[in-house]
């Protein structure tokens, strides 16, 4: 299996990586509600412009538009359990290398990066 997501302009190559969520696999998550538990400390929430958050804690950690894009966010928060729901929900998954994190595909990982979900 062989996929393309843009990350900003440029293009990154992913092999052997399973479909994340979308903004509408994240809409069907809510149910119709406002907001929906989906973990420890992790919240699915459904805000005013019409994204879609999963919520860590007291932060955003992806925002899921209706353009179907995805913004990342750790809060200053780049933990084992940031990086675990990310990957849960995630269009593209993150890993650390050296202290650092970066996107599946080796782009380095900068906090507000958007995506485009496939």
């Known amino acids: 299996m062989r996929n393309a997501l843009t990350i900003d302009q ?3 190559e992913l092999s052997n990586v399973r479909p994340g969520y979308n903004f509408f696999k994240a809409q069907r998550m809510l149910d119709g509600r406002q907001q929906k538990k989906i973990g420890n400390n992790t919240w699915a929430i459904r805000n005013e412009d019409g994204s879609v ?3 860590l804690h007291r932060t955003n950690i992806l925002i899921f538009y209706p353009d179907n894009t995805c913004k990342y966010n750790t809060g200053g928060w780049q933990s084992v359990t940031t990086k675990r729901r990310m990957n849960e929900y995630a269009p593209i998954p993150v890993y650390q290398q050296d202290w650092q994190w970066y ?6 990982y900068e906090d ?3 995506v485009r979900c496939m």
């Not at 996107?103 to 380095?108: C, L, P, Y």
């Open 103 to 108: 996107f599946w595909g080796g782009e380095k």
């Open 10 to 12: 440029g293009e990154v």
């Open 53 to 55: 958050s999963i919520r």
């Open 112 to 114: 507000g990066t958007v």
